[in-house]
């Protein structure tokens, strides 16, 4: 039996999706969140085997609400069902430890794929996402390459945005803005934040 907790600010996603898998056999909805604590709380309560998540919501994102679930137990599986197709959204989840990533417009049924194949173990990904440009993109990280959103916030850096600017102009979470920091500090071999900020003004980025 798959017990199932899901997590997204639009009520009516999760009815959509309860009313879906309300008479699968092998399937429990064992509860439902609006953010991010509380999908800790129901995770620690009810120990599902699978989570899924939007990535963008109050109190707590998807992305650090994952890595929580993951430090703590490691053998759930998390599904992320979110609006953002971004590679470096998808990479954060990935990092944070899901096992598959889901747009929005795919179908219900594509949502029950999804579960099915994260239970068996495997990887899921929407068919939508370039998965090539996604591993491109990670090769290219760990070559010392900076991925394009990387680079816009290191031009941001360099022009004196706090990490709450950073991600008010770009539309995602401090805490993204800040594992970025961190990932680029390492790609780039630096020893700290002044040397990202330094390097960022001696490569003089701008727009």
């Known amino acids: 039996m798959i017990r199932l907790a899901i997590a997204?600010?639009?009520q009516s996603l999760i009815d959509g999706i309860k009313l879906l898998l309300e008479y699968e056999d092998n399937l429990s909805i064992v509860g439902t969140a609006n953010n991010g604590e509380e999908l800790l709380?129901?995770?620690r309560l009810k120990r599902p085997n699978i989570v899924i998540t939007d990535i963008r919501m109050p109190k707590m994102?998807?992305?650090t609400a994952t890595k929580q679930i993951k430090k703590e137990f490691p053998e759930i599986k998390v599904l992320a069902f979110t609006m953002f197709d971004q590679l470096d959204a998808i990479e954060q989840m990935v990092a944070a430890g899901a096992s598959g990533y889901l747009l929005k417009n795919s179908s219900l049924n594509e949502v029950k794929d999804a579960?099915?194949?994260i239970k068996r173990g495997e990887t899921?990904?929407?068919a939508n996402i370039d998965t090539n440009s996604l591993q491109s993109n990670a090769k290219s990280?760990?070559?010392?390459?900076?991925t394009k959103r990387q680079i816009q916030i290191l031009e941001?850096?360099?022009?004196?945005?706090?990490?709450?600017?950073?991600?008010?102009?770009?539309f995602i979470g401090i805490h993204t803005v800040d594992t970025h920091r961190k990932n680029m500090v390492r790609i780039l071999g630096l020893k700290g934040k002044g040397e990202l900020m330094r390097y960022a003004l001696e490569k003089?980025?701008?727009f």
């Open 141 to 146: 990280s760990k070559k010392g390459v900076l």
């Open 115 to 117: 579960i099915e194949a």
């Open 156 to 170: 941001l850096i360099a022009q004196g945005k706090t990490s709450r600017e950073i991600g008010e102009l770009l």
């Open 41 to 43: 709380d129901i995770v």
């Open 204 to 206: 003089k980025y701008k």
């Open 124 to 126: 899921y990904y929407d």
């Open 8 to 10: 997204e600010d639009h």
């Open 61 to 63: 994102d998807g992305i």
